[in-house]
């Protein structure tokens, strides 16, 4: 399974999709996929939605981002944490441990499901995003949780 978030309009959303896997068209989506689609369009509608019940199977993955994976899973509505201490929670000190969580995190096959928009670079900025929009997305994304990073704080020079 792979969660595929909206492009500009349904047709690129469909491309992308079909792509994706391979298929020739587009069809309709089993149940089970039919109910998550819903959830994810409920959140996005800014539907405070608990993804954590989703069954996801990460067997096919290194057990290092099986492990990551899981513990984003738990990071809470409107809650974030950092690539650092993110890797430190793994037992990664060192700041290779957070260039892996990021690369990790970019390949991330179920976004939102797997909350990797809650992650964010050093000093709490904003950092990347690999769905579509990138780091806009991100931020609106977000922002549905309550979470505003404000980027229009002066700075001291030099900082």
């Given at each position: 399974m792979?969660?595929?978030?909206?492009?500009?309009?349904?047709?690129?959303?469909?491309?992308r999709?079909?792509?994706?896997?391979?298929?020739?068209?587009?069809?309709?989506?089993?149940?089970?996929?039919?109910?998550?689609?819903?959830?994810?369009?409920?959140?996005?509608?800014?539907?405070?939605?608990?993804?954590?019940?989703?069954?996801?199977?990460?067997?096919?993955?290194?057990?290092?981002?099986?492990?990551?994976y899981?513990?984003?899973?738990?990071?809470?509505?409107?809650?974030?944490?950092?690539?650092?201490?993110?890797?430190?929670?793994?037992?990664?000190?060192?700041?290779?441990?957070?260039?892996?969580?990021?690369?990790?995190?970019?390949?991330?096959?179920?976004?939102?499901?797997?909350?990797?928009?809650?992650?964010?670079?050093?000093?709490?900025?904003?950092?990347?995003?690999?769905?579509?929009?990138?780091?806009?997305?991100?931020?609106?994304?977000?922002?549905?949780?309550?979470?505003?990073?404000?980027?229009?704080?002066?700075?001291?020079?030099?900082?």
């Amino acid at each position: 399974m792979a969660v595929q978030l909206p492009a500009r309009d349904r047709a690129a959303t469909e491309r992308r999709l079909i792509a994706r896997c391979g298929s020739t068209a587009a069809s309709a989506p089993p149940p089970e996929i039919a109910a998550l689609i819903a959830d994810i369009t409920r959140y996005l509608a800014g539907e405070r939605v608990d993804f954590s019940a989703v069954a996801v199977d990460l067997s096919g993955l290194d057990p290092f981002r099986r492990q990551l994976y899981d513990t984003m899973r738990a990071l809470p509505w409107g809650t974030t944490t950092t690539y650092g201490a993110l890797a430190r929670t793994l037992g990664l000190e060192s700041w290779e441990g957070a260039r892996d969580v990021g690369e990790a995190m970019g390949r991330n096959p179920v976004p939102i499901v797997i909350p990797c928009h809650r992650v964010l670079a050093a000093g709490h900025k904003l950092g990347g995003f690999s769905a579509p929009g990138g780091a806009a997305t991100k931020a609106k994304l977000l922002a549905l949780e309550g979470v505003h990073l404000d980027r229009s704080a002066p700075r001291l020079p030099g900082l």
